[in-house]
């Protein structure tokens, strides 16, 4: 399995329906590849959606407002931590089956696991 299956795969088909992915966030397009959030979960209501400041990727989302930690969606699925190991796969499969894309179900050795895992945290584009 290719170690960025995640960044070429999952992110861009994610990317293009966030509005129907975290519908919580009701994103708009902003510009190509990029939504901007009208709404937010209440754990990150100072991230500016208020003033279109919380912007969103296949990746994630951020803030441009103030200093605020750039969100993974596969640690928004966590509850806020970037999850590992095990958790890790188990989130993956879940921002799966919300992108409606399959995993290959080729089996993985663990430095492949690992490298997978250290790919998908890198962010597609800086945000």
């Given at each position: 399995m290719d170690r960025d299956i995640v960044h070429k795969h999952i992110y861009p088909v994610l990317g293009?329906?966030?509005?129907?992915?975290?519908?919580?966030?009701?994103?708009?397009?902003?510009?190509?590849?990029w939504w901007v959030a009208q709404d937010a979960p209440e754990q990150y209501a100072d991230y500016g959606h208020k003033?279109?400041?919380?912007?969103?990727?296949?990746?994630?989302?951020?803030?441009?407002?103030?200093?605020?930690?750039?969100?993974?969606?596969?640690s928004y699925l966590n509850g806020g931590s970037w999850p590992r190991d095990e958790e890790f796969w188990a989130m993956l499969?879940?921002?799966?089956?919300?992108?409606?894309?399959?995993?290959?179900?080729?089996?993985?050795?663990?430095?492949?696991?690992?490298?997978i895992e250290e790919t998908a945290r890198r962010p597609s584009r800086r945000l």
């Open positions: 293009k329906k966030l509005n129907e992915a975290f519908p919580e966030f009701r994103f708009r397009p902003y510009r190509p590849g003033e279109g400041k919380l912007i969103a990727n296949g990746w994630g989302f951020c803030s441009y407002k103030g200093k605020k930690a750039d969100i993974p969606w596969l499969k879940v921002l799966c089956e919300i992108a409606e894309v399959s995993l290959p179900e080729e089996e993985l050795n663990e430095e492949q696991q690992r490298q």
